[in-house]
């Protein structure tokens, strides 16, 4: 089993910059692939970026790529994303999330309990 805490969010400019932690618990955290999900109001959790358990391959909604960079650090259970040029849709909720391998869609068995970022124009 393993826990996450989201920290990181924050209001800014569009064009500005975020970088989103995701801290977990536990010592297996390395056999977890970690991904990064976004909710607006009204609306479902939709994939943002993942990563395999190695941190080898990265994976990105088209939306967000050249723009958000997912890496992590399995000596300090942390997975992070790099959110740069904002724009105000980027605005949500950002939840991280674990399961043993990498899935485009929610069906993560371990989620954060998310971190708001908002984004003005």
């Known amino acids: 089993q393993v826990q996450l805490v989201e920290s990181g969010g924050g209001s800014v400019q569009a064009g500005g910059s975020l970088r989103l932690s995701c801290a977990a618990s536990?010592?297996?955290?390395?056999?977890?692939?970690i991904a990064w999900f976004r909710q607006a109001p009204g609306k479902g959790r939709e994939f943002r970026a993942a990563?395999?358990?190695?941190?080898?391959?990265?994976y990105y909604a088209d939306s967000v790529k050249g723009r958000f960079t997912i890496s992590r650090d399995n000596a300090k259970n942390t997975v992070y994303l790099q959110m740069d040029s904002l724009k105000p849709e980027d605005t949500a909720v950002y939840y991280c999330?674990?399961?043993?391998?990498?899935?485009?869609?929610?069906?993560?068995?371990?989620w954060g309990q998310g971190t708001q970022v908002t984004v003005s124009s």
């Open positions: 999330a674990a399961r043993s391998q990498v899935l485009l869609s929610p069906q993560y068995d371990y």
């Open positions: 990563i395999s358990r190695s941190g080898d391959t990265t």
């Open positions: 536990g010592r297996t955290f390395s056999r977890y692939a």
